[in-house]
């Protein structure tokens, strides 16, 4: 058996055990918690500092999730699960933060064209759906429901079932671009830096997108973990089935207890084309960083046609 590893800078430095196959990035943290691996080959184990850590809740809005914006089935199984997963964090003393769209109208006047393209599928096909959601940012979605995305709209808000669950205590940052940690001086950066959490678990919809996004954002600036509640994702291309290795990131599953977090070498993103018959023929490709954060960056939802995809790989 080989002798213990510790590496990274002396302010954030991880430690690796070979005989207990865990990695320890709770520094000298005086509470500690021990889960375990999904991914990674034979048990693997990670201790992490509750008090340095923060789950990341990204983009469970009306606008994404409510019947009156669109009908996204995928994103709503995602409901529950986060339910619980927030519920274990709150147990374990992990804070909570909400990261949600949420324009201004300077923010809409520097909008990119790509970032605007990608939510204006609905004009752009001329869409004769009954819903109409990709309208534009900032456009007037109807009623009630305010301008696409813009800060406090009901369309912007946290989706209903889950606001019964937010508390005092947690966080909320807003964001402008598909990713929430886009530059520093966006409002999560800010907030993960001042409040000295240098662990983070993600969770929210659409995986793919946002999700990954800020994922891929915050690579190099803090430890990443993934929590597993039944995201939604769609792909570049038609393939139909499609494994992403990319190195650096971390899985979290809601299991009973908040007992299994996953692997820190690898993210496995596995996403079949959902048909009527589901075919599941294998495609890998291995993917650096700079690849995901161009995929996270200059995707937008309905750019390559129809085919929804579903993640299997943070569900199974």
């Known amino acids: 058996m080989g002798a213990d590893l510790t590496f990274g800078p002396s302010n954030q430095q991880w430690h690796y055990s ?24 034979e048990e693997t184990f990670f201790t992490i500092s509750p008090e340095a850590t923060a789950l990341v809740i990204i983009d469970m809005q009306n606008f994404f999730l409510d019947a009156k914006c669109m009908d996204h089935p995928n994103g709503l199984k995602a409901v529950e699960p986060t339910i619980k997963i927030i519920s274990k964090c709150r147990e374990a003393g992990i804070q909570i933060i909400w990261v949600n769209w949420g324009l201004t109208d300077q923010d809409l006047a520097g909008m990119p064209a790509g970032v605007m393209r990608g939510f204006m599928a609905d004009v752009l096909q001329c869409s004769t759906k009954s819903i109409l959601s990709y309208t534009g940012l900032g456009s007037d979605l109807g009623g009630s429901k305010g301008r696409c995305l813009v800060s406090g709209t009901w369309n912007a808000d946290i989706y ?32 993960l830096k001042e409040r ?10 659409n995986t793919d ?5 800020t994922l891929v954002d915050g690579y190099n600036a803090v430890s990443l973990l993934m929590a597993d509640d039944q995201v939604t994702c769609h792909v570049l291309a038609s393939f139909s ?3 992403f290795h990319s190195r650096g990131f971390s899985k979290v599953t809601n299991t009973p207890g908040l007992q299994r977090v996953g692997t820190v070498s690898w993210l496995t993103i596995v996403v079949a084309l959902l048909r009527k018959e589901p075919k599941r023929l294998h495609f890998q490709m291995s993917l650096n960083v700079m690849d995901l954060s161009l995929i996270a960056q200059a995707y937008s939802p309905r750019m390559w046609g129809e085919d929804q995809m579903l993640i299997r790989g943070l569900i199974e």
């Open 160 to 191: 209903e079932p889950l606001k019964a669950h937010v508390r005092a205590s947690d966080l909320h940052c807003a964001k402008s671009r598909m990713s929430g940690l886009w530059t520093p001086e966006q409002p999560l950066w800010k907030t």
């Open 18 to 41: 070979p005989s207990s196959k865990t990695y320890d990035l709770s520094g000298d943290s005086p509470r500690k918690l021990t889960i375990a691996a999904t991914e990674e080959p």
């Open 209 to 213: 997108q946002c999700v990954l996004g």
């Open 196 to 205: 000295k959490k240098s662990t983070v678990m993600f969770a929210g919809v």
């Open 241 to 243: 089935c499609t494994t």
